[in-house]
């Protein structure tokens, strides 16, 4: 079934065919192109001498092929755990089907957010076609699904759903008014003027719920007048989100609900009422991202006391449990080794974990050891850039510690992205490096060592999946 095609290279794991025709992904002068022997309804594309169509990677094309393909449509989670590669630049998913190899999880291939496309100037149409396209030429058909990150609008949500994403996450954290501190006699006031107070005291108040696995919760009035006040809009604003999308999609989609960017760390009691208040509104959870204590940063490892991670997470696990069985999601999961044993013996099946920044961070090693110049013009403008990209991003980078990129030797250069401090810089920048010119030498250096890439992202998060108890 093989293809030849004069000037391009074929990506021979990528060749099948449909309705008569070949088809295959394809790499020449102009870059990628979906090769097709002959043409097919919905593709459009530049004709070619044998009588074959060259369609560029258009969200279009991704369309027509997964209508061909029916297995490259995002799907439902089935059950077990989950992992989401999230990829900034739109080239690693190969890499990623790669380090799945072997593994019993069930990855997410597209997945962005709002705040991360605009800094990429990259769209949800691009990234879902980004990852179809990389499942293809790696002649993947496991399935995968596709997460609308961090949804803080139902407008942004509904457009993720007309495109087929399948995996929302709504992030309620704008609807979170600022009570922790406010005075017992305050709460307790304001509480008492809330239109579901009698009901939810009757219901909650000095009431003793158990929870097998973690015991018996308990909420004092002053803690559930607290807990209404605090998570009363989070509540309304998750169950109209889930409603739209409900009406446009029916049941074939999952519905995560996260408040992982809040100021304090998520209580067992506030979980538990969260998500009991979500189902009695008829929203079917499928996970839950919750605040944990300790740091989370991007891409290095966890800051904390792991004996209280542990705790938490038990917790929280038992709870999901009791509550019908569905996931705990680690955000801002690249590169926390020593959490991941911890969800493998705490966790059981229900977990997932979202990765991104740590593709990009892997995609810098390729450009360190192979061009390093463009290198150290990508750290220096991080560097410069660093004071305002950090901004949205919780991080504790001292800048005191960075090293001169001039002064450091080529062999030096990789070095870099093994140390916490410049590794924080690198990646904050990722969404000004690739939006600028600096972006376009970067994709066209991991066009050229494609292979290199792929190797290294399929060791890195084969790692991350191996420590989580999934692969190997
Ligand atoms: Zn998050």
Not at 59 to 65: F, M, V
Not at 199 to 212: G, M, Q, S, T, V
Not at 260 to 277: A, G, K, M, W
């Amino acid at each position: 079934m093989g293809i030849e095609l004069r000037g391009f290279e074929v990506y021979e794991r990528s060749v099948r065919e449909a309705r008569g025709a070949k088809v295959a992904l394809v790499k020449g002068p102009v870059g990628k192109r979906l090769y097709l022997s002959s043409p097919l309804e919905g593709f459009s594309g530049e004709e070619i001498g044998d009588g074959g169509l060259l369609c560029p990677l258009t969200p279009e094309n991704a369309a027509a092929l997964m209508g061909l393909f029916p297995e490259l449509r995002p799907q439902r989670l089935p059950g077990g755990p989950s992992f989401g590669f999230g990829d900034r630049i739109g080239l690693a998913t190969p890499g990623h089907v790669r380090a799945l190899r072997g593994s019993r999880v069930f990855p997410v291939l597209a997945q962005q957010s709002v705040r991360e496309n605009s800094r990429t100037g990259r769209t949800f149409a691009g990234v879902l076609s980004d990852a179809v396209f990389g499942a293809f030429q790696e002649g993947y058909t496991g399935g995968f699904a596709a997460d609308a990150d961090h949804l803080k609008s139902i407008d942004d949500a509904l457009e993720a759903a007309e495109l087929g994403y399948t995996f929302f996450t709504c992030d309620p954290s704008d609807h979170i008014p600022k009570v922790d501190r406010l005075p017992e006699r305050e709460i307790k006031r304001r509480f008492s003027t809330h239109p579901r107070a009698g009901e939810l005291r009757e219901e909650y108040a000095d009431k003793n719920f158990y929870i097998p696995g973690l015991g018996r919760i308990w909420f004092s009035e002053t803690e559930l007048a607290r807990i209404v006040l605090k998570y009363s809009g989070v509540i309304d604003f998750a169950a109209r989100m889930y409603h739209a999308i409900k009406e446009k999609l029916g049941d074939g989609f999952d519905f995560e609900v996260s408040i992982d960017e809040t100021e304090s760390p998520t209580s067992p009691l506030e979980h538990f009422f969260i998500v009991r208040e979500l189902q009695k509104r008829d929203v079917e959870v499928s996970s839950l991202a919750p605040r944990f204590s300790g740091s989370l940063e991007k891409a290095v490892d966890y800051k904390g006391d792991l004996e209280v991670f542990r705790r938490d997470l038990r917790a929280h696990v038992a709870i999901a449990r009791a509550l019908g069985g569905y996931r705990i999601s680690l955000h801002s999961g690249s590169d926390k080794f020593s959490l991941y044993p911890l969800f493998k013996q705490e966790a059981g099946d229900l977990f997932h974990v979202k990765t991104a920044g740590t593709s990009y961070l892997v995609a810098l090693e390729v450009v360190a050891e192979a061009e390093p110049e463009l290198f150290r013009e990508i750290y220096r403008f991080s560097l410069e850039r660093f004071a305002e990209d950090r901004a949205t991003y919780h991080l504790s980078t001292d800048l005191s510690r960075l090293p001169d990129p001039s002064a450091l030797g080529d062999t030096g250069l990789a070095s870099l992205l093994s140390e916490p401090d410049p590794r924080q810089v690198l990646h904050v920048a990722y969404g000004s490096v690739l939006r600028s010119e600096l972006g376009e030498d970067l994709r066209k250096v991991l066009l050229e060592h494609e292979e290199d890439y792929h190797a290294r992202l399929e060791r890195h998060l084969g790692r991350h999946l191996e420590l989580l108890g999934v692969k190997g």
